[in-house]
């Protein structure tokens, strides 16, 4: 079946930097966008990036995280990556994984996320 | 950019409707989609493009957009519909994600 599998996460010190993984399976990767979804504790979701296909390479990110965060993604593993670098306390969280769903047409667009993983999570404290 | 408001918290009795909200400027004209969260569990989608049900959702839920206000109707209320409940939309001007703060639902 459709899963996508996080890992990666664990315990930095602020200023460090950590690499989160997403293992895709069960549907053809290279076909889908694919992004991050972030959520503090007790908080509500943030969405932080995603990727286009590798065809276009095109990436997007929030703003709490631009210049510091890089999305990339690997076709021949089925994973997408989130390289994350000068983190602080406020990166703590637990990062999901998500498939980005939908299209826009002429008047607007119906995006979304309609398979997350279970998430991986990230702390930063020294 | 857009911003997507959301109550913090629905009371409903079991059997009862429950009715989620998510307001925004002309969201009318923009598509909204809903996400469900148990706690300690991943979001699932419930309701995406205003209306429309994901496979494996039951008819109980349904969703309408109108105005300044789309909204998230679940009828026969259970208790396993305990959760919260987020909004999300399309920001075209910076294509951006947006997630409302969230509701969460209790059943009394």
């Known amino acids: 079946q459709v899963q996508l599998v996080e890992s990666g996460g664990g315990l930095v010190k602020p200023g460090g930097s950590l690499r989160l993984s997403c293992a895709a399976s069960g549907f053809t990767f290279s076909d889908y966008y694919m992004g991050w979804v972030r959520q503090a504790p007790g908080k509500g979701l943030e969405w932080i990036s995603y990727?286009?296909?590798?065809?276009?390479?095109?990436?997007n990110y929030a703003d709490s995280v631009k210049g510091r965060f890089t999305i990339s993604r690997d076709d021949t593993k089925n994973s997408v990556y989130l390289q994350m670098n000068s983190l602080t306390a406020e990166d703590t969280g637990v990062y999901y994984c998500a498939r980005r769903a939908g299209y826009c047409d002429r008047i607007t667009c119906y995006i979304y996320m309609d398979v997350w993983g279970r998430g991986t999570t990230v702390t930063v404290s020294s | 950019s857009y911003v997507v408001t959301q109550a913090p918290s629905v009371s409903v009795a079991p059997g009862e409707t429950a009715f989620i909200t998510c307001g925004g400027s002309?969201?009318?004209?923009?598509?909204v989609h809903w996400y469900q969260q148990k706690p300690s569990q991943a979001p699932v989608l419930v309701i995406h493009s205003d209306d429309d049900r994901p496979s494996g959702i039951p008819e109980r839920f349904s969703g309408s957009n109108s105005g300044n206000t789309a909204t998230l109707t679940i009828s026969e209320v259970a208790a396993g519909d305990e959760a919260d409940y987020y909004c999300?939309?399309?920001?075209?001007?910076?294509?951006?994600?947006?997630f409302g703060g969230g509701t969460k639902l209790t059943v009394l």
């Open positions: 990727i286009w296909t590798t065809r276009s390479g095109y990436t």
């Open positions: 999300q939309v399309w920001d075209g001007s910076n294509e951006h994600l947006v």
């Open positions: 002309s969201i009318g004209s923009k598509r």
